[in-house]
């Protein structure tokens, strides 16, 4: 406790030390007494307490001149005085124009003579001080927010320290905790990712050099205590001293954010561009990207193959290109598909509609192509158009297909009417002599004038009959592939000598003349007798038809190689140069002259192709157009290792005769079955007749035949089903079981064979055919 040196009314009447001790410190110097009022204030605390004079101070509790909220620590620290304690505190106190802050230290004091307590209190001015403080922590708080906000890591440097500052948001996202921390700068390179620390570690070195940038900004990768890795984009600034050779780095501060996000992002995008770039080069369709002002800024490579492949430079097709100025001029050339295309495009860049579609031809150096152009309207800013050209050539050929095959069923289907009204002519061209002439046999016997002709008429019209119906069956099995050649070893000369005695009377009946070079020596080959004599007969029958009367047909026979060539010519209608490639196709019909009357049938020759085809041989029609006959040359292979044929002639076939055999013929056709009894009864045969399955087991158990002539398609029990009980009945197994009807395929041949049948004949059989069943008895001939 301080004690003052002299009495107390001599040492406070002192001028000189009252002007020392107050007036001239810098602080508010107050003494007090014992209860705490002012006794004495010197100018400063006047001044800064904001009194006028000093009575305003002087003679008032001191107390009362602090705010409520401050009285109780002034009240507290003037009892610690008068105890004889020095006390500090700090308080803000309102003055008349703002608040000040004061640093107030109070002690006691008292004299030599022991005379009454006085306190001395000195308050110091620290307003500017506390707010400058109040500013910085504001300051450090709004940092601290705004780091923390941005997710941003500041740290500062000490180079001489070898330390470094970490802030709290620093150590956060270093996962060293959230508090503000302190490294050693030898521990910064084990935060970083191994991968990352050797480009790091020598970007500081180069910003420390004195002559260095100082500065440097990085991606880099920190691997935090727990393992996980995380992205930093960092920056450091360093903050030298001294000059010239003095020249160093001090401290450093370096800020850093997290962008782990922002690289994952920038992966995913990165894949998903590559993504979007294989599919888009992976895709067949040529594309591209234009962008507002019409120039090319993305390309695909199947566009740039293609426009490189048909002669286009890379500066004319590549990015920058100006796309739309190249159809704009393409247009002004006179290119049509070009001007719809510039149109179309602009109209989608300006959004005046969302898309556009057009079908275009491309005309390549080595074929013409068509594509599709599919212009649709992107939604960036700014605008932008993806172009898209897809090859349809394989399309357009197709379309053009369909419309020929279109075109070709209506075709079809013209000469498939024309094929029914001339199938109806050709029946009934025959039908009417074979009517006249049973008319006449109702009239006339054999032997008077006439019966011999007409009975010829008749066999012709007959044999034209079951021609025709050979023909159209044969034609339907052919096309399904149900047809089976049975070769063997055949002269060609013998089969084309007999197709020409077979169509012989048709011949006469038009007065046409028969011309034949190279037939003199057998021509040997492997083929179907009858399907190879059934070519000639078709071509024979198609020059006979379309030759008017007296002209003249010619064949002609060589071989040529391992070939054997026919060649059958005529000098009738002709055929025009439009009918040729089209001569063999079914229901194709020649243009008959008037004279010639209606066209045939057109299948005789689509017949000739697919049998010659089938012996694997081939067919060909010429013609120098109408009017000036046809020419057909067939070729078929030469038989190997074969000088002679072993040819049969037809001349030396003759009937068999059948004497004594006995013969039941069961069909539900009863002018079918009577009229093949009575023929059979004149050959010899004694023959029984039923109209039904049961009607048939019953006869042939009481007639005991030696030949059944079966009908297959009767109602209740067909053929099959009947053929099982003759067989099962008592004999039946010696029976000669002989199948006769008007189904030929395989299928009908096979389930015929199934059931037990030794034979299979078509309808209309002859009956030589049937009487070839038996070999051995006298000859019989149809006068018998």
């Given amino acids: 406790m301080a004690q003052l040196p002299g009495a107390e009314t001599a040492m406070f009447s ?105 306190l001395l209190c000195v308050c110091r001015d620290i307003t500017d001080t506390r707010r400058a403080q109040q500013e910085a922590l504001e300051s450090e708080a709004r940092l601290q927010l705004g780091c923390a906000t941005a997710g941003l890591a500041l740290a500062s440097m000490d180079f001489k320290q070898g330390l470094a500052f970490l802030s709290v948001e620093s150590a956060r996202l270093l996962g060293l905790g959230n508090e503000a921390t302190t490294l050693s700068l030898n ?73 782990t996000k922002q690289k994952a992002a920038e992966e995913t995008l990165q894949r998903n561009k590559e993504f979007l770039r294989a599919m888009l080069d992976s895709l067949p369709h040529h594309v591209a990207v234009i962008g507002e002002d019409g120039r090319i800024i993305a390309v695909n490579k199947p566009w740039d193959r293609f426009a490189r492949a048909n002669g286009g430079a890379p500066d004319s097709v590549g990015l920058g290109v100006d796309y739309l100025a190249s159809a704009r001029i393409a247009a002004m050339e006179g290119d049509v598909f070009a001007s719809r295309a510039f149109e179309g495009i602009n109209s989608v860049l300006t959004g005046s509609r969302d898309k556009f579609i057009l079908e275009y031809p491309c005309h390549a150096p080595d074929r013409e192509q068509w594509f599709m152009l599919h212009a649709m309207r992107l939604s960036w800013p700014p605008a932008a158009v993806i172009l898209s050209h897809t090859d349809i050539t394989e399309r357009i050929r197709n379309e053009q297909r369909l419309r020929e095959a279109e075109e070709r069923l209506r075709e079809s289907d013209r000469n498939k009417d024309e094929f029914i009204a001339t199938l109806a002519h050709e029946l009934r061209n025959p039908l009417a002599p074979l009517r006249s002439g049973l008319q006449f046999m109702r009239r006339v016997r054999p032997g008077e004038p006439g019966f011999a002709r007409m009975q010829d008429i008749m066999e012709r019209q007959v044999a034209h009959l079951v021609r025709l119906v050979d023909d159209l069956l044969d034609i339907s099995r052919i096309s399904r ?28 009946a038009k007065n046409l003349a028969i011309h034949m070079r ?254 070839a069943l038996f070999p051995s008895g006298q000859p019989v001939t149809a006068s018998e």
């Avoid at 009892?79 to 008349?96: K, L, P």
């Avoid at 053929?723 to 395989?746: D, F, N, S």
Wanted: aromatic share 4%; with cysteine; net charge negative.
């Fill in 14 to 118: 002192d001028e000189n030390l009252r002007r020392v001790l107050f007036d001239a410190s810098s602080d508010c110097v107050l003494i007090l007494d014992e209860e705490g009022r002012a006794l004495m204030v010197n100018e400063t605390c006047r001044r800064l307490m904001e009194s006028v004079r000093a009575p305003d101070l002087v003679g008032d509790l001191w107390v009362e001149r602090w705010p409520a909220e401050a009285r109780k620590n002034v009240s507290e620290a003037l009892s610690s005085a008068r105890a004889g304690e020095t006390v500090r505190f700090r308080e803000s106190c309102h003055g008349t124009s703002s608040q000040k802050w004061w640093d107030v230290c109070v002690a006691p004091i008292r004299t030599e003579s022991g005379g009454a307590m006085r």
């Fill in 518 to 771: 190279g037939f003199d020596a057998p021509m040997p080959m492997v083929g179907d007798p009858v399907r190879v004599s059934q070519i000639i007969v078709n071509l024979l029958d198609n020059a006979i038809k379309y030759s008017d009367g007296g002209g003249t047909i010619r064949l002609a026979a060589q071989r040529n190689g391992m070939e054997i060539c026919i060649a059958i010519s005529d000098t009738g209608a002709g055929i025009s140069p439009d009918m040729l490639p089209m001569i063999f196709d079914l229901f194709t019909q020649g243009e008959g002259t008037p004279k010639q009357g209606r066209a045939g049938l057109g299948i005789g020759l689509a017949l000739v192709r697919k049998l010659v085809e089938m012996h694997g041989g081939s067919v060909e029609a010429q013609s120098d157009g109408l009017g000036h006959g046809a020419r057909f040359l067939v070729r078929f292979p030469l038989a190997e290792g074969v000088s002679q044929a072993a040819g049969v002639d037809a001349a030396d076939l003759q009937p068999i005769g059948v004497g004594g055999r006995r013969a039941l013929i069961i069909d539900d056709n009863r002018d079918a079955a009577d009229s093949l009894a009575i023929a059979l009864s004149h050959c010899g045969f004694e023959v029984d007749v039923a109209y039904s399955g049961m009607e048939g087991l019953a006869r042939a158990a009481a007639f005991t035949p030696d030949l059944v002539l079966l009908d297959l398609g009767m109602p209740v029990m067909d053929g099959y089903q009947t053929a099982r009980a003759l067989r099962a009945q008592p004999g039946g197994a010696e029976i000669e079981l002989v199948a006769l009807t008007g189904w030929g395929e395989e299928e009908a041949r096979r389930r015929v064979k199934e059931a037990g049948f030794d034979g299979h004949l078509i309808k209309p059989a002859r009956i030589e055919d049937i009487a």
């Fill in 481 to 508: 592939g149900k047809v089976e050649l049975r070769k063997e070893r055949i002269d060609a000369v013998a089969i084309v000598r007999q197709a020409i005695a077979d169509v012989r009377a048709l011949m006469e």
């Fill in 187 to 259: 521990e910064l390179p084990s935060l970083l990712h191994p991968d990352d620390r050797d480009r790091v570690m020598e970007a500081i070195a180069m910003t420390l050099r004195p002559d260095g940038p100082g500065w440097f900004e990085l991606d880099l990768r920190i691997v935090r205590p727990s393992g996980e890795v995380r992205w930093h984009r960092a920056r450091q600034q360093v903050i030298f001293e001294g000059e010239g050779a003095e020249r160093r780095a001090s401290h450093a501060i370096l800020a850093s954010f997290d962008i």
